[in-house]
């Protein structure tokens, strides 16, 4: 997906701020370096509608369509769906059902989320603590807490935040997906059944995809059958960014995050939740018109590829946005597109001075920049094209297999004239 334009739409105060809490937790999971307020960084449960809203609102900004959410990795075999396989949990897990609250929930205090965090954690000092509560008659309510705490071996900033999703929807699924690499480089990623049928996804990274600075990030996703999302965040310094690294490893092992965000003290505060509106109802989906899969995106796209080019990777079958990874034999490249109708009413912020106007009306504009990711010496070479109604094909291709590894090759695989051409290819309409 491309990166979030730099302005606001005329929403109302509330979706906007809750939109931009939502994007600062997707930057933050699909592996850039920006800073986020706590109560996103379970953001993966935002609602489809929502998610549409952020994919248009992202698609404006010129020469950025290097950001992919987390989640666009392999499948996960889940009770509401999907497949692949899956860790067995620690024992030391409990799956006790906790009794759902009245349907008009309750008030939860951000004292009361600080003071649920310290306690499940064990035994050490405690440092900074911040948190926000939840208001039941607030529709988009996110408690979170977050601490600093010290066992012994370093002060480390650990984090919780609880919010429900539509069971079985597609946020819960990509919310316990294991990242895709090419955009989110980590250490392992592991995925576990709980007895009680929820799926709990355990990440070892960095908070800088680009390992400037080796302060390392372990989180844990929880998603239960009921739709309550836990996300547990630690990393190995008293603060996400700019603190000194204060230890190895951040405290909790994998086992232990996994106790912390299946604790029922969690669920028991998701319960008192109000239900997002833009979440209940029918699991169908509406289809966005002119909308293909990712799957027919990607194969039209590697159709395109030029001969002498080998596909050695790929991903992102989101339903606009696809890539590829490419070798000529000189080096890794990585290749991706969005495809995305109705964008007519962005042209003007998409395609400015210097754009071309085809015989035919098409917009293109072209570009050769720096990688926006921190790999060293990479390079951004992006065709930007737009039709009469409005669909847009924006292709970018660099020269490295991702964005945040250093470059292997002195240019791109792709000519910029190849680029163009699959960029204008009539395929796409297909």
């Not at 509401?80 to 799956?95: D, E, F, H």
């Not at 603060?239 to 086992?255: G, N, Q, Y």
């Not at 106790?259 to 109802?281: C, E, F, H, K």
């Not at 400015?352 to 035919?360: F, I, K, N, R, V």
Request: one cysteine or more; hydrophobic letters at 35%.
């Amino acid at each position: 997906m491309p990166v979030e334009q730099q302005h606001s739409d005329n929403d109302n105060t509330g979706d906007g701020d809750l939109f931009e809490r939502e994007l600062a937790a997707a930057l933050r999971h699909a592996g850039g370096a920006f800073e986020t307020d706590r109560v996103t960084l379970a953001a993966a449960g935002a609602a489809r509608g929502r998610r549409l809203r952020l994919r248009r609102r992202t698609a404006v900004l010129g020469g950025a369509a290097g950001v992919a959410l987390a989640g666009v990795g392999g499948a996960l075999a889940v009770p509401w769906g999907g497949s692949s396989s899956v860790a067995r949990p620690p024992a030391s897990v409990s799956t006790t059902p906790h009794p759902t609250s009245s349907p008009g929930g309750r008030a939860v205090t951000s004292d009361e989320m600080i003071s649920t965090l310290e306690r499940l954690l064990p035994t050490g000092k405690f440092g900074k603590a911040e948190g926000r509560g939840a208001d039941p008659s607030e529709p988009h309510s996110v408690p979170y807490a977050q601490v600093v705490y010290d066992d012994g071996h370093g002060a480390a900033a650990i984090s919780v935040v609880v919010q429900k999703v539509r069971p079985g929807g597609d946020d819960a699924r990509q919310a316990v997906r294991c990242p895709d690499k090419v955009f989110t480089p980590y250490d392992s990623c592991t995925t576990s059944h709980l007895p009680d049928a929820s799926v709990v996804a355990i990440v070892k990274g960095y908070e800088y995809p680009d390992r400037r600075v080796e302060t390392k990030l372990w989180t844990a996703n929880l998603i239960t059958p009921d739709g309550h999302q836990v996300s547990v965040s630690e990393w190995n310094a008293a603060a996400e960014k700019d603190a000194t690294i204060t230890r190895d490893e951040p405290p909790l092992s994998a086992a232990q995050l996994t106790t912390l965000a299946a604790a029922q003290d969690w669920r028991g505060i998701a319960d008192g939740l109000p239900d997002d509106p833009t979440q209940t109802g029918s699991r169908t989906e509406e289809p966005t018109p002119a909308q293909g899969d990712g799957k027919a995106i990607r194969q039209t796209l590697a159709s395109l590829i030029p001969k002498g080019l080998k596909v050695v990777a790929h991903g992102g079958d989101d339903d606009q946005f696809t890539y590829v990874v490419v070798d000529d034999g000189k080096g890794r490249s990585l290749v991706q597109i969005n495809v995305q109708p109705d964008m007519g009413d962005v042209a003007g912020d998409l395609f400015g001075s210097g754009s071309e106007t085809l015989a035919d009306g098409t917009l293109v504009a072209e570009r050769q920049e720096p990688g926006e990711k921190g790999g060293a010496g990479v390079v951004m070479w992006t065709v930007d094209t737009l039709r009469t109604d409005g669909f847009r094909v924006v292709v970018s291709a660099f020269n490295s297999g991702s964005q945040q590894t250093a470059a292997t090759r002195t240019a791109p695989a792709l000519t910029m004239k190849q680029l163009r051409a699959i960029a204008l290819s009539p395929k796409w309409r297909s």
